[in-house]
């Protein structure tokens, strides 16, 4: 068994040997306080400060040793492998990585073309292509997008949603929610579309926005380092490939200045509970990377915007997908993000003629039961167990979706379908046996104890067990403020608040069971849960030792500690003493907190 004594505290200076034992916790300090200093020079236009620290960012190794995490270990693509065919699978290979690019330079670094991949959009939809650069490339460019985005957050409008940290789809839906409401008198929408944004973006225009960054001569390679299609390389003469790391934060700089150019306005209201920013046109827009909505008081304001917005395309290089874009009434609803957004008539309330709903959109619904059946033809012959594992997460994660808006009628019609479909399933894969066979083997009460429920598809071991979407309750999402930004060093506390509040809605059951037993605070390093690094589950008592799945036997601890614990005391080894735990966990704190 290795001794807890003789894990070294790796310095991000010396040659590394162990990739897991290094001090995250103290580097992503150390980085995130670069990208408030950053910030904040930003906000006060000392632009010589900005790119100094800028400088020292991306020369720092704990920023390369985060973006080497960040690419090889967290990213859904860390499996992915460029036109070099190179991946970094395990801890030993990322220790290489590190070694290999400890003395690197990003500011004369020559990148290799991208690997062209096609992924299907939709259903009967065409291909959409995916740039995937080589890992050495990707390290690289998320280090650039370390000190880049800092910079940007300062300038980016209070609309736009896509692809910035701490804001997402649902900030999106709640801004229009607000912005349409009865008393509101913005009732045209201009919906619109970019036809190939990723694809079609100027490199010049691009260039010209980041002019003074330091490492502007290497983002303007990675855009014109072209792609390996069939064996072929071409050169690509604008555009930002999908699948960089830096691309949606290049798209988003390109995008920027929409509410400049349709001359959109705000203006401050004090009131006791605070500052408050409130629009002051006639018109407003709500952007998630390249989708927008333009919300406009006249049929005739909203027809004007293809004139208004005409030099703003131009000057990017892009232009509106016609088939995408229209001029509708809420009256007749729109779709956007999954959702449908539409006033209806009423007359029970009073005071209120219209009233807004949102629901999911028809198009996203069929998605999902597109999934579902898929899913059902995979696993048709399969035993129950697999099947059920595959439709949870499906399951679980539109639900999570959909759970801010009006959804319950459809989370109801789609357990029915997933019903029939079951009973369909379950005859067919016992052809000679009776229903109330059937019944007896798979069909059990609630194990979860969410619900009455005695009709639940459950595996033969009573282990595994299907969920409803039903149990999903309806909570609206809280909208982020105005410009707030999670690198504003005065905005600590309202970020851990919030990232408290979407821990409860976005975890399952158990999850939130184990972080509020454990204070949300990890039982190895005693550190906040909340942070940005991923979780597991870890036993106490290891299963191969008679360990079970009961809650006073599990831990919610982040990847690193888990790793680390594992490395100290393996599962098949001996179960260690409590002396041992605690000198364990000691260590652990010392290296995140020091």
């Given at each position: 068994?290795?001794?807890t004594?003789e894990?070294?505290?790796?310095?991000a200076?010396?040659?590394?040997?162990?990739?897991?034992?290094?001090?995250?916790m103290?580097?992503e300090q150390?980085?995130?306080?670069l990208?408030q200093?950053?910030?904040?020079?930003?906000?006060?236009?000392?632009k010589?400060?900005v790119k100094?620290?800028?400088?020292?960012l991306?020369?720092?190794k704990a920023a390369?040793l985060l973006?080497?995490?960040?690419?090889?270990?967290?990213n859904k693509?860390?499996?992915t492998?460029?036109v070099?065919g190179f991946k970094a699978?395990s801890?030993?290979?990322?220790?290489?990585?590190?070694?290999?690019m400890?003395n690197y330079?990003?500011?004369t670094h020559?990148?290799s073309p991208a690997?062209?991949?096609?992924i299907?959009k939709?259903?009967?939809?065409k291909?959409r292509?995916?740039?995937?650069p080589?890992m050495?490339?990707r390290?690289?460019q998320n280090?650039?997008?370390l000190a880049l985005e800092?910079?940007?957050e300062?300038?980016?409008?209070?609309t736009s949603?896509g692809?910035?940290?701490?804001r997402g789809?649902h900030?999106?839906?709640e801004?229009i929610?607000n912005k349409?409401?009865?008393?509101?008198?913005k009732?045209w929408i201009?919906e619109?579309?970019?036809r190939?944004?990723f694809?079609n973006?100027n490199?010049d225009?691009?260039?010209?926005k980041?002019?003074?960054?330091p490492?502007?001569?290497t983002?303007?390679?990675w855009?014109?380092?072209g792609f390996v299609?069939n064996?072929?390389?071409?050169?690509?003469e604008f555009?930002?490939?999908?699948?960089?790391?830096?691309?949606?934060l290049?798209?988003?700089?390109a995008?920027?200045?929409m509410e400049e150019e349709?001359?959109i306005k705000?203006?401050v209201?004090?009131?006791?509970?605070?500052?408050y920013y409130?629009i002051n046109s006639t018109?407003?827009?709500?952007?998630?990377a390249?989708?927008?909505?333009i919300?406009?008081?006249s049929k005739?304001?909203?027809?004007?915007m293809?004139?208004?917005l005409?030099?703003?395309?131009?000057?990017?290089?892009l232009?509106?997908a016609?088939?995408?874009?229209?001029?509708t009434?809420i009256?007749?609803?729109f779709?956007?993000?999954g959702?449908n957004?539409?006033q209806?008539p009423?007359?029970?309330?009073?005071?209120?003629l219209?009233k807004l709903i949102?629901?999911?959109s028809?198009?996203?619904?069929?998605k999902?039961?597109?999934?579902?059946r898929?899913?059902?033809k995979r696993?048709?012959?399969?035993n129950?167990?697999?099947?059920i594992?595959?439709l949870?997460p499906i399951i679980?994660?539109?639900?999570?979706?959909?759970?801010t808006v009006?959804?319950?009628k459809v989370?109801?019609?789609?357990?029915?379908?997933?019903?029939?479909?079951?009973k369909?399933?379950?005859?067919r894969l016992?052809?000679a046996?009776?229903?109330?066979?059937?019944?007896k083997?798979?069909?059990?009460?609630d194990?979860?104890?969410?619900?009455?429920?005695?009709?639940?598809l459950?595996?033969?071991?009573r282990k595994y067990q299907?969920?409803?979407?039903s149990?999903?309750?309806i909570?609206?999402?809280q909208?982020?403020k105005?410009k707030?930004?999670?690198?504003?060093s005065n905005?600590?506390?309202?970020?851990?608040k919030?990232?408290?509040?979407?821990?409860?809605k976005?975890?399952?059951a158990?999850?939130?069971?184990?972080?509020k037993?454990?204070?949300?605070k990890?039982?190895?390093?005693?550190?906040?849960?909340?942070?940005?690094?991923?979780?597991?589950?870890?036993?106490?008592k290891?299963?191969?030792?008679?360990?079970?799945d009961?809650?006073?036997n599990?831990?919610?601890?982040h990847?690193?500690?888990?790793i680390l614990?594992h490395?100290a005391?393996?599962p098949k080894?001996?179960i260690?003493t409590k002396?041992?735990?605690?000198?364990f966990?000691?260590?652990l704190?010392?290296?995140?907190h020091?």
């Open positions: 068994m290795l001794n004594s894990i070294p505290i790796v310095s200076a010396t040659p590394l040997t162990d990739f897991d034992s290094v001090p995250w103290r580097l150390y980085v995130r306080k990208q200093r950053i910030y904040r020079a930003e906000g006060l236009g000392n010589r400060k100094s620290l800028q400088r020292l991306m020369r720092s390369l973006s080497i995490r960040q690419v090889t270990q967290l693509g860390k499996r492998a460029g070099d699978t801890s030993r290979e990322r220790a290489n990585l590190y070694n290999k400890r330079n990003v500011f020559n990148p690997l062209r991949k096609y299907p939709g259903k009967g939809e291909l292509p995916l740039g995937i080589t050495k490339d390290v690289y280090v650039v997008k800092p910079q940007w300062v300038r980016f409008e209070s949603y692809f910035r940290p701490k789809c900030d999106a839906v801004a929610f349409i409401n009865p008393i509101s008198k009732k201009f619109g579309d970019f190939g944004c694809d973006l490199h225009y691009i260039m010209g980041i002019k003074d960054f490492a502007k001569e983002v303007s390679k855009l014109k380092a299609d064996d072929v390389f071409k050169k690509t555009g930002t490939p999908q699948g960089g790391i830096v691309s949606p290049l798209a988003n700089i995008l920027h200045g349709l001359d705000y203006r209201l004090h009131k006791k509970k605070g500052t409130e018109r407003t827009v709500v952007r998630y390249d989708d927008f909505v919300l406009c008081e005739k304001e909203a027809e004007s293809y004139e208004k005409r030099s703003y395309l131009a000057q990017r290089g232009e509106l016609r088939n995408k874009t229209r001029v009434h009256s007749e609803g779709d956007f993000l959702f957004f539409r209806y009423t007359n029970k309330e009073k005071e209120r219209w949102i629901k999911p028809k198009k996203s619904q069929s999902m039961i597109s999934k579902i898929d899913c059902f696993n048709q012959g399969t129950v167990e697999n099947l594992a595959d949870k679980r994660g539109y639900a999570n979706y959909w759970k009006s959804s319950k989370f109801s019609r789609i357990d029915h379908y997933i019903w029939t479909k079951t369909r399933y379950l005859r016992h052809l046996k009776p229903w109330k066979w059937i019944i083997r798979y069909f059990h009460p194990i979860h104890v969410q619900s009455g429920d005695k009709w639940l459950t595996g033969s071991n299907i969920i409803r979407m149990w999903t309750p909570v609206r999402h909208l982020i105005y707030n930004s999670p690198f504003d905005l600590i506390d309202y970020y851990q919030r990232d408290l509040k979407l821990f409860e976005d975890n399952v158990s999850r939130q069971k184990l972080a037993k454990q204070k949300y990890c039982s190895m390093c005693q550190c906040s849960l909340l942070a940005e690094e991923e979780l597991e589950t870890h036993h106490g290891p299963k191969f030792h008679g360990g079970t009961e809650y006073k599990l831990w919610l601890v990847i690193s500690c888990h614990w490395k005391f393996p080894g001996k260690p002396k041992q735990t605690m000198a966990t000691k260590m704190r010392k290296r995140r020091y």
